[in-house]
């Protein structure tokens, strides 16, 4: 099994404690985000798990158990913008982040490390200029510590009319994306840096960025030395490239609260799932009810021996 941790919340920044109890015991539970009484329980044992791919945008805390879970394949999707604590409250001083970001990557090795530019938010004052501008200035400070980066753009999710009004984000044109896809691709391709999209149906490839998969058969197949089938994951959005995983967060848990997030539905949520986190749970947050009902979590399909990368 690929396991994700995870698209939901940021398990390495907040809850790393939580996930490495869960690793000694060899299994997490993770409710069914549309049917509540329903838990899936997945195994961590090493024999089952074929790769973590980490979501996070501080991996600092994770960082200090590493020799916990040397024994696991794995890599770390970092998200590191330019954006202030207006739109990313919850987030340590990005000068400190951008140290972190470099120690990992010396530490585990580049190809293990891919940096996230997303998603790419426009106002009045992010125009396309600031954005060519910052990501120039973070490929100089960490472009040579990854081998790519994934840029996505700003989705409107249902919910978040009220965020968007009071940060004025404006929607970004298909001239803006390409006056933002050539300026980004000057800056990467003068150190070798790959770009990739997530989940967008824009076309960049006159620019040389490619449609990208964040849970990425050519990267897992690299780590593990083993084949995997590249065949997209289902449950995920119609652009979206990722072969299948299992994600272990939960919705309405992320301290961070970001103001662009799609998983943080209400601060009334979750501030009640946060005060109900117990590090000793088998569940991110909360605990097992009478009336829930337990089943074995599996992912058929993930390996595919006569597929090689």
Not at 39 to 57: P, R
Not at 163 to 185: P, Q, R
């Amino acid at each position: 099994m690929i396991i994700s941790v995870s698209r939901r919340t940021d398990i390495p920044a907040y809850f790393s404690q939580w996930f490495v109890k869960r690793v000694r015991q060899g299994f997490v539970y993770a409710r069914n985000p549309f049917s509540f009484h329903q838990i899936g329980k997945v195994s961590l044992q090493t024999g089952d798990v074929d790769c973590f791919v980490f979501w996070t945008k501080d991996p600092l805390n994770l960082m200090k158990h590493l020799d916990e879970i040397r024994r696991y394949p794995y890599y770390f999707q970092i998200t590191l913008t330019p954006y202030g604590k207006d739109m990313e409250p919850g987030i340590r001083d990005k000068n400190d982040i951008v140290k972190t970001f470099r120690e990992l990557s010396l530490l585990i090795g580049k190809e293990r490390v891919v940096w996230r530019y997303d998603p790419i938010i426009f106002t009045d004052k992010m125009t396309a200029d600031y954005h060519i501008r910052e990501f120039g200035r973070l490929v100089d400070q960490i472009g040579s510590y990854a081998e790519s980066a994934v840029i996505s753009f700003f989705d409107l999710y249902k919910g978040m009319e009220e965020k968007v009004l009071k940060n004025k984000i404006i929607s970004i044109s298909e001239t803006d994306i390409k006056v933002l896809a050539h300026g980004f691709s000057k800056k990467a391709e003068k150190i070798g840096l790959r770009l990739e999209t997530c989940a967008e149906k824009a076309d960049l490839s006159e620019f040389g960025i490619e449609h990208g998969s964040c849970v990425d058969a050519r990267i897992i197949s690299s780590i593990t030395g083993k084949s995997f089938s590249a065949l997209k994951d289902k449950n995920q959005r119609e652009f979206c490239g990722c072969i299948g995983s299992i994600d272990i967060g939960s919705y309405d848990s992320c301290p961070a609260r970001c103001i662009y997030c799609y998983a943080n539905h209400s601060e009334k949520k979750l501030s009640h799932n946060i005060s109900y986190h117990i590090p000793d749970s088998p569940l991110l947050t909360g605990e097992v009810l009478a009336e829930d009902k337990i089943y074995e979590r599996t992912q058929l399909n993930s390996r595919q021996p006569r597929l090689n990368f």
